[in-house]
């Protein structure tokens, strides 16, 4: 009897939407691309890096490429560091190292700074996506500009998801004065010259991609606002809100615990075009020369350096294009599924 | 499911061929498995560069009513002579108006015969006495006289008019007067050498159509009247404006009065066309017969194609602008007051990897302010050399020793262990500075000192050269027809007041420049200034990277190409000169 | 209602006023200024102190901003624009003025385009979901979609412009355009617009058709379309009359937010066609610093984008009789 009725409790909420997400087999593919992404971001130096994962060095183990793992990429601080000869800047692994001594190189034998005498070449053996115009492996710069990719969307839209919803649902929900400011507030984000404020931002501060995000998701909340407004406007007047209200829930609750989960469905195709939009910002802003700067890899600078060199070196271009185009269509299929996931009428 | 990846896949498919098929690579090595050594672009090499058809002379005389196609990259600002800052603005300026006095291919300072008959500088210095040409004519069918040249004087002068660049050059002319209807007369000190120069920069504006509303707004410059004027311009010059379609193109036709000699060309039509791939497009469509200020990499690696090939020539000329870094030695930073280790900055970098790899040998080596071909370079200097070796050991003597635990270099300043690590600015929009900064960078690795790269848009970076806020930049100079105009960049107290921005200071060189602009004999300047040359280059107050080259692409069909060392384009008759060889076609 | 509007309006005047002191603000934020800009001519040291002085002057950059400020609201009053901070001193009304159809008309065309496209195709993939046609059209859609405008035209000019020559990808119109009879003229006009329009608008046709798809779907399973149903009503009109009505109102919103977007958006496009649009300008405008041109066109935006959220709100009342702003 009591193995019955435990049969028969209902799974909460978001167990049953990620019950219905993995269900969605183009959903998963593209969740499996995204976490490729955020692995691939996060061990980057493992797949591409100018210095060993494991090697033997006069007796002793050194593990230098899975040091870079915890350390930031372009500059020459920080707070945990290599052993004694891998750290100086004048050794370079490939030359001092002995050849017969033990060693597991990455799959890619180069770091993205890295420049060969192998200039311009197109894609071969050594060079699996080729070469740019001072030598350095297109692939490594590739496989290092992901992080760049990874940290674009989730950094820009999560802030602008947060102010956004959270302002829409007061706008929308008690409406009134609240209502007007909150509007009015809208309003003048809308406004904001974005671009000044990333100039202004590139050269005051760090001009760090991050930086730019920060900015892009301080001002792109207002669509998201807006849908939550009108999504709170229609459901408020639902007589389940009325029931709740009877029922002497506090207003936050009503709002964020029963309202929400059904405004979210609208507003979640907004969030995730705006995280695949996000990359196609950041290659907008590379190609007029505002993104990350050089010679930091992105995708979109990348994309840029390809198309000046369309010309003569076209295979430069193809390997961010794929992959921008990769990453949009995952989160796109990601945000797809998870709104059919979420909306339980759909089914 | 499975339907949706194959046709994704098909798409994907199709879409590499077909970009495939159009973007045929230009790149000239095979790719099974090993690396050919590169081949690298050498314009001597190069059998479509400056071919003798570009240069034919036109014959005396010869005219058409053809229409050629030049390609702008920018628009003009304004096509009054008063106000004209850019390039662009002088490109179309030159053939609207005729200066009376101007500047030929060798930079040399000469009177246009077309405007001016005889030009007589008193044994003194202090009077100089023009006639003018009769019969010539504003387009508007006025005749040009004397009062018109007494009246651009006098505007140039008045201080309501908002003049950028040239008043001080002209405030050299203490008077000007008309003698009669075509006899002018201008009088200076006489202690300034450079004074006759000025002459090149007082433009000649009509005084009849320039003193109309002169009342209402003096500084020529506000109101629809002058907003007009300014658009379309009424000139004395070979050619009148027929139209200025904003951002698209402006068009010019041949004014058949005019009392010179006419220009081959009915009609120019001048595209305003800012990105390059495309204006390179355009070319080879045969849309435009000449694009001057091609990149050095469209050049050489964007011009080997068939479409190329059968539309196009290349026409490289020695320009007289040079790329370099500039240090800033004011104190500001602890690396660079100090001579050694600039000296050390110079051999650090690769120069001919430079060369090769990101100028394509397109450009000479630079031995400091002043070009090879002109009246005061001097030929006794000895370029330092790219030398590891010597950096290593000027870096240990200026005590920026390498530390122990972490192969950079530090020194010891008030106590405090500094490391070497700098930051150079790059002005965005530049095709070559990052890729030099970045091989700069891997040499500097190696020596143990740390450089990072920062760009900036071209106001900012403009504002930080002026406030001194860098530690060193990179961009570039033209030297102009006078060496007079460096005293502007390196006497000292033009640290506050010009462009000195790195704070050099070498009072030797102060009293050099002083001396150059009062002394009247040639040869004796070209003594003054050969040794400015000399003292700047020992001191390396700048990296000095290349003599730049003026790059073009011109249509196969056009001749009479010449180069000067400001392109094919600015000087003396330039433009004009350009005709279509029929007869060898 | 009519108290609401007028309220409204009321409101708005005030929220205009706060975009202009803010776009003020940020605007003389970043470093430099028009003055510099002009007289620093990195070429040329010849360009001296006192023009960078008498510019200041001219253009009140010496004054405190907030009496800046003030003068230029002096001249808003009249409509003066005042004149461009840059090197052609124009008034800024000229500058702009010719630039607005180019853009404006590429951005109806787009919006035209998107809705006329998507629409039926949303409405379609909702009637017969997860049906092949769903399928595939999504799966293009959303393959356009992940293509940045600037990179899809570079193979579109280069094939159907220099390869195959068939449309033309500079300007607005050919270098004979004076020459053409008007029907020419009139082709020659709708080639020069093929291209840069398509890579403007694909973007959206994506976004927008999995809009209407999404909401579609949402309301075909409402309670009150089932009672149409076992009523008899025919599907068709179903559709068409009961649920797309209720899907007006998120793609009302969204029209409402466009144009900020567009302005920014259009750039990178204009400059590889020659467009000459406003992104253009106003882009400059920034780079040079060009402050009267940059409020003129920011004020204007912020005018179009006031009117178009209070339009949209209106809407929200005109399709949804449940929402009432009493």
Not at chain 3, 147 to 171: E, H, N, R, T
Request: aromatic content about 12%.
């Amino acid at each position: 009897m009591s193995e019955s009725i435990k049969q028969e409790l209902s799974r909460s909420f978001w167990s049953n939407v990620s019950h219905r997400f993995f269900k969605n087999r183009r959903g998963v593919i593209g969740l499996l691309f995204v976490m490729a992404m955020i692995l691939v971001s996060i061990f980057s130096s493992l797949i591409a890096s100018d210095q060993p994962i494991v090697c033997k060095y006069e007796g002793k183990l050194y593990f230098p490429a899975v040091v870079e793992i915890f350390q930031l990429r372009n500059t020459n601080k920080h707070w945990i560091n290599k052993s004694k000869p891998f750290r100086y800047p004048s050794f370079e692994a490939r030359e001092d190292l002995d050849p017969s001594a033990f060693a597991i190189w990455p799959l890619i034998p180069y770091s993205e700074y890295d420049q060969t005498n192998h200039f311009s070449q197109p894609p071969s053996k050594i060079h699996w996506l080729g070469t740019d115009g001072l030598g350095r492996d297109i692939a490594a710069r590739m496989i290092h500009g992901t992080s760049v990719a990874v940290q674009v969307g989730f950094i820009s839209m999560g802030i602008a998801s947060i102010i956004g919803i959270f302002l829409g649902g007061l706008a929308g929900y008690y409406g009134g004065w609240i209502d007007i400011i909150i509007s009015r507030v809208i309003e003048v984000v809308i406004c904001f010259p974005v671009f000044f404020l990333i100039l202004s931002i590139l050269v005051w501060l760090d001009p760090s991609i991050i930086n730019v995000m920060i900015v892009l998701g301080l001002t792109r909340w207002t669509s998201i606002a807006r849908y939550t407004r009108g999504e709170f406007l229609r459901l408020k007047g639902q007589d389940f809100v009325m029931a709740a209200q009877a029922m002497g829930l506090s207003n936050m609750r009503i709002m964020f615990k029963h309202i929400l989960p059904n405004a979210l469905a609208p507003v979640m195709v907004s969030i995730t075009f705006g995280i695949a939009a996000a990359i196609l910002i950041e290659s907008a802003l590379s190609w007029l020369g505002f993104g990350v700067q050089a010679p930091s890899p992105s995708w979109g600078n990348l994309l840029r350096t390809g198309y000046d060199s369309l010309r003569d070196a076209p295979y430069m271009v193809y390997p961010p294009c794929v992959a921008i185009f990769m990453a949009v269509m995952a989160y796109n299929l990601v945000g797809d599924a998870l709104r059919d996931a979420i909306d339980p009428r759909l089914n | 499911m499975k339907n949706v990846y194959k046709i994704l896949l098909v798409i994907t498919l199709a879409t590499v061929l077909f970009v495939n098929g159009c973007t045929k690579s230009e790149s000239d090595k095979g790719v099974d498995g090993n690396i050919d050594t590169p081949v690298v672009y050498n314009p001597d090499n190069d059998p479509l560069v400056n071919p003798d058809s570009i240069f034919k002379k036109r014959p005396k005389g010869a005219i058409s009513e053809e229409t050629i196609f030049i390609n702008l990259k920018s628009s003009p600002n304004t096509l009054c002579p008063l106000f004209s800052s850019t390039h662009y603005d002088s490109i179309v300026l030159d053939q609207i108006f005729e200066s009376a006095f101007t500047i030929d291919k060798k930079m040399t300072w000469i009177y246009s015969e077309n405007a001016i008959v005889s030009f007589n500088e008193s044994e003194d210095h202090t009077a100089y006495i023009v006639k003018l040409r009769k019969g010539v004519t504003w387009h508007d069918g006025t005749p040009v006289t004397a009062h018109d040249m007494v009246f651009s004087y006098d505007v140039v002068l008045d201080e309501r008019v908002p003049i950028v660049s040239f008043r001080d050059e002209v405030k050299n002319f203490t008077t000007c007067v008309a003698i009669d209807d075509y006899t002018v007369k201008y009088t200076s000190s006489g202690k300034i050498a450079t004074t006759k120069v000025s002459l090149q920069s007082i433009p000649i504006i009509p005084k009849h159509l320039y003193e109309k509303e002169r009342e209402a707004f003096p500084d020529l410059k506000t109101g629809t009247y002058y907003n007009t004027l300014a658009r379309h311009p009424v000139g004395n010059g070979p050619y009148k404006i027929v139209e200025w379609i904003e951002n698209d193109k402006i068009v010019l036709e041949r004014y058949e009065n005019f009392v010179g000699e006419k220009p081959y060309f009915k009609r120019v039509v001048y595209k305003i066309i800012q990105d390059l791939t495309v204006a390179l497009l355009t070319f080879e469509k045969g849309e435009l017969d000449v694009f001057e200020a091609i990149k050095p990499k469209q050049f050489a690696k964007e011009t080997n194609s068939e479409s190329f090939k059968n539309v196009g020539y290349k026409a490289c000329g020695k320009e007289w602008t040079y790329d370099y870094i500039g240090w800033n030695q004011d104190g500001s930073n602890p690396f660079f007051n100090d001579k050694r280790v600039r000296y050390a900055m110079t051999h650090a970098l690769n120069i001919d990897l430079v060369f090769d790899q990101v100028y394509y040998n397109l450009g000479t080596r630079c031995y400091g302010t002043y070009h090879p071909d002109s009246w005061m370079f001097n030929n006794n200097i000895k370029l330092l050399e790219h030398d590891l070796e010597k950096s290593k050991k000027l870096l240990d003597e200026a005590l920026w020793l390498i530390d122990e635990n972490d192969g950079w270099r530090y020194k010891m300043i008030d106590g405090h262990k500094v490391k070497f690590d700098f930051e150079i600015m790059i002005p965005q929009g530049s095709a070559t500075a990052p890729q030099i900064a970045a091989i700069f960078q891997k040499t500097l690795k190696k020596l143990g000192v740390e450089l990072k790269t920062r760009t900036f848009e071209w106001a900012t970076f403009i504002e930080k050269m002026l406030k001194h806020e860098y530690m060193a930049q990179i961009s570039a100079w033209g030297t102009g027809s006078d060496p007079d105009g460096g005293w502007n960049i390196w006497r000292t107290e033009q640290y506050k007041e010009g462009r000195n921005t790195g704070g050099y200071a070498n009072a030797r060189v102060d009293e050099l420049f002083f001396q150059g602009r009062h002394e009247f004999s040639k040869l004796k300047r070209a003594e003054i200034y050969k040794e400015i040359q000399k003292i700047l280059y020992d001191d390396q107050p700048y990296l000095w990277l290349r003599n730049r080259v003026n790059l073009s692409v011109v249509n196969k069909r056009i001749s009479g190409i010449s180069f000067s060392p400001r392109g094919i384009m600015t000087f003396y008759p330039s433009q004009r000169n350009w005709w279509i060889d029929t007869i060898s076609h | 209602m009519i108290n609401y509007i007028i309220r409204r309006l009321f409101i708005a005047m005030f929220t205009l006023v706060g975009i202009t002191v803010v776009t003020f603000c940020i605007t003389r934020l970043a470093p430099g200024d028009p003055a510099m800009a002009m007289t620093a001519g990195v070429q040329d040291p010849k360009a001296s102190a006192a023009a960078y002085e008498q510019l200041r002057e001219r253009w009140g950059l010496d004054k405190p901003i907030y009496m800046q400020y003030f003068s230029w609201v002096k001249g808003m009053a009249v409509l003066d624009f005042g004149e461009s901070m840059s090197s052609d001193s124009r008034p800024v009304i000229d500058k702009i003025r010719p630039r607005l159809w180019p853009t404006m008309s590429l951005a109806l065309l787009a919006i035209g385009l998107s809705l006329s496209l998507s629409i039926p195709i949303g409405i379609w993939s909702a009637a017969k979901q997860n049906s092949y046609f769903d399928t595939i059209t999504s799966t293009v859609l959303y393959a356009l979609y992940s293509v940045p405008s600037y990179v899809m035209a570079v193979p579109l000019i280069l094939l159907l412009g220099v390869k195959w020559d068939i449309l033309p990808f500079q300007g607005m119109m050919s270098d004979n355009y004076d020459t053409l009879s008007t029907m020419d003229q009139l082709i020659d006009i709708v080639k020069h617009y093929a291209m840069i329009t398509f890579c403007f608008s694909y973007g959206a046709w994506a976004y927008y058709a999995r809009f209407v798809r999404q909401n579609m779907l949402e309301v075909v399973r409402q309670d009150y379309i089932r009672t149409a149903r076992a009523k008899g009503v025919q599907e068709f009109n179903i559709i068409l009359k009961h649920a797309f009505r209720n899907t007006l109102i998120p793609i009302v919103t969204l029209l409402g937010l466009i144009l900020p977007e567009i302005i920014g958006g259009s750039v990178i496009l204009e400059v590889m066609f020659n467009w000459p649009g406003i992104g253009r300008l106003f882009f400059d405008s920034m780079m040079q610093r060009d402050y009267t041109t940059i409020m003129a066109i920011s004020t204007s935006t912020a005018v179009l984008v006031l009117v178009g959220t209070l339009i949209s709100d209106l809407s929200y009342v005109l399709v949804d009789p449940r929402v009432s702003y009493e």
